[in-house]
C-alpha cells in the first residue's frame, strides 16, 4: 500500500528565509509524487509533479523539489519565502496502476513572519 | 466555466437528513474524483470515476455514501441518514487522463455540517 508522511503540521520561516516542507513516502513501485497548494478558501492546486524524468522538479511560484529515492523523500523548497507563500501543502503519491486516485498526507501549514 | 465546480458551497443539515452534493468537471475530462477532507487532515479518497462507472469505490466509509455520474459529466455524492461524523469539505476532482501520472484538478469543496 502506498502512503505519505508529511513531517511537521506546522513551518514558521521569516520573509526571505529558506521554506523546507518535508515529505516522505511508502510505495512498493516506482511512485508519482505531487505538492498541492491550498490557499485559505480555494481549491487545491498544483504547485509540482514528479513522473520519472528530472528527479529535480521545478514547479510554480519558484518551489521544487527533489525526488530521493534512497531516502524516499520528495520535500519542497523555495529560496526565499514571500507573504504570499502562507498556505497549506500537500504531499501526495499515485501508482500507475487501475487505483489512479492520489494518496494524500496530512498538510504542513506554513505561516511566513514578516 | 473553467474550472470544476461544486454545489453547494455550505450545506448545514440535521443529523439523520439526506444530503446530496453536486460536482461539475472540466468540460472533456472524463476523469472524477469525490475526496473527503476533514479538518487538519489531507484529503481522503472516496471514489473514482471513468465514464459514467465508478472504476473504484473502496473509499466510501459505509453504504450510507453514493456517488453517480449517470451521463459521464456531473457527479452527485449523496449521503444517506447523515451523522455528525459526517461534517467535513467534500471535495470533487477531475482530470483528463487515464494514467496516474496525470494532474488532478479540484474544485473548492461542499462544506457539510451535521448538526
Known amino acids: 500500500a502506498q502512503s505519505v508522511t508529511q513531517l511537521g503540521s506546522h513551518v514558521s520561516v521569516s520573509e526571505g528565509a529558506l521554506v523546507l516542507l518535508r515529505c516522505n513516502y511508502s510505495?512498493?513501485?516506482?511512485?508519482?509524487l505531487f505538492w498541492y497548494v491550498q490557499y485559505p478558501n480555494q481549491g487545491l492546486q498544483l504547485l509540482l509533479k514528479y513522473t520519472s524524468a528530472a528527479t529535480l522538479v521545478k514547479g510554480i511560484n519558484g518551489f521544487e523539489a527533489e525526488f530521493k529515492k534512497s531516502e524516499t523523500s520528495f520535500h519542497l523548497t523555495k529560496p526565499s519565502a514571500h507573504m504570499s507563500d502562507a498556505a497549506e501543502y500537500f504531499c501526495a503519491v499515485s501508482l500507475d496502476t487501475g487505483r489512479r486516485a492520489l494518496t494524500f498526507g496530512s498538510g504542513t501549514r506554513l505561516q511566513v513572519q514578516p | 466555466g473553467a474550472g470544476v465546480s461544486q454545489t453547494p458551497s455550505n450545506k448545514v443539515t440535521e443529523k439523520g437528513k439526506y444530503v446530496e452534493l453536486r460536482c461539475d468537471p472540466i468540460?472533456?475530462?472524463?476523469?472524477l474524483y469525490w475526496y473527503r477532507q476533514s479538518l487538519g487532515q489531507g484529503p481522503e479518497f472516496l471514489i473514482y470515476f471513468q465514464g459514467t462507472g465508478a472504476a473504484d469505490d473502496s473509499g466510501l466509509p459505509n453504504d450510507r455514501f453514493f456517488a453517480v455520474r449517470p451521463e459521464g459529466s456531473v457527479s452527485t455524492l449523496k449521503i444517506q441518514r447523515t451523522e455528525r461524523g459526517d461534517s467535513a469539505v467534500y471535495l470533487c476532482a477531475s482530470s483528463s487522463g487515464t494514467s496516474g501520472s496525470g494532474e488532478l484538478f479540484f474544485g473548492e469543496g461542499s462544506r457539510l455540517t451535521v448538526l
Open positions: 468540460s472533456g475530462h472524463t476523469a
Open positions: 510505495s512498493s513501485v516506482p511512485p508519482y
